[in-house]
């Protein structure tokens, strides 16, 4: 089972911010924040990931709590193409299971004009 | 650098036969994973083969199998085809290991009639 939980939708206005936040209360001290996003019937495309400090990418940035149980990933000014099924993954970065990426059910994310 | 490519994009089959689906990863990847994506389960995580092994393995049946070849092009055969495979089938890409950013193509969507 997916260990987070997000909202399972959210709205943007194009050019706003979008914020989508991610709880992952049970993280452990060696498991990484991942975030994929999925458009329509296309592969997950990989946007950031971070351990515990905040990260910034070419397309978003990812801040995540002192405690490690909740994070956020943010799309500075989002347009219509950002609007897909954002997932956010944690698991640790060896192998095992644990190294799996589990998909829970994501947030649809719907920027609209 | 070209992303993961799959073929077929697109497969149609009946039930009892059997399918094999292609993925080529990205160049100088050499781990390469397989998802099944149905609306009921989600994406969940099928295996990973690494140096024409698989390293990894997720709660499928025997009748999913695959297999990697030196170049680390890799196949995916369900046999035994039943309606309840039909899927959309994602192959991922990694350098090293699963652990690691994996990128995902496009998927080869499966109907079983």
């Known amino acids: 089972d997916a260990k987070t939980t997000q909202p399972p939708s959210m709205d943007c206005a194009e050019g706003r911010a979008a914020n989508l936040p991610c709880n992952h209360s049970?993280?452990?001290?060696?498991?990484?924040v991942y975030w994929y996003r999925q458009i329509h019937s296309q592969g997950p495309q990989y946007i950031i990931h971070?351990?515990?400090n905040n990260e910034t990418n070419e397309m978003a940035s990812l801040i995540i709590t002192e405690d490690r149980k909740s994070s956020t990933l943010i799309l500075p000014h989002a347009t219509l193409r950002d609007t897909a099924v954002y997932y956010c993954?944690?698991?640790?970065?060896?192998?095992?299971?644990?190294?799996?990426?589990?998909f829970g059910k994501g947030t649809k994310l719907s920027v609209k004009p | 650098k070209a992303g993961v490519t799959q073929t077929p994009r697109y497969l149609i089959k009946t039930r009892g036969q059997q399918v094999t689906l292609s993925c080529s990863p990205i160049?100088?990847?050499?781990?390469v994973s397989w998802y099944q994506q149905t609306p009921g389960q989600g994406l969940q995580f099928l295996f990973e083969?690494?140096?024409?092994?698989?390293?990894n393995k997720g709660n499928f049946p025997g009748r999913f199998s695959g297999r990697q070849f030196s170049n680390s092009r890799s196949e995916m055969n369900v046999s035994t085809l039943e309606l309840g495979d039909s899927a959309l089938y994602l192959c991922?890409?990694?350098?090293?290991?699963?652990?690691?950013?994996?990128?995902f193509g496009p998927g080869t969507r499966l109907t079983v009639l």
């Open positions: 991922a890409s990694s350098i090293q290991s699963y652990t690691d950013t994996q990128y």
């Open positions: 049970t993280i452990s001290g060696n498991e990484y």
């Open positions: 971070g351990l515990k």
């Open positions: 993954i944690v698991r640790v970065n060896y192998g095992g299971s644990q190294g799996n990426l589990i």
């Open positions: 160049s100088g990847h050499r781990s």
């Open positions: 083969y690494f140096s024409e092994t698989q390293r």
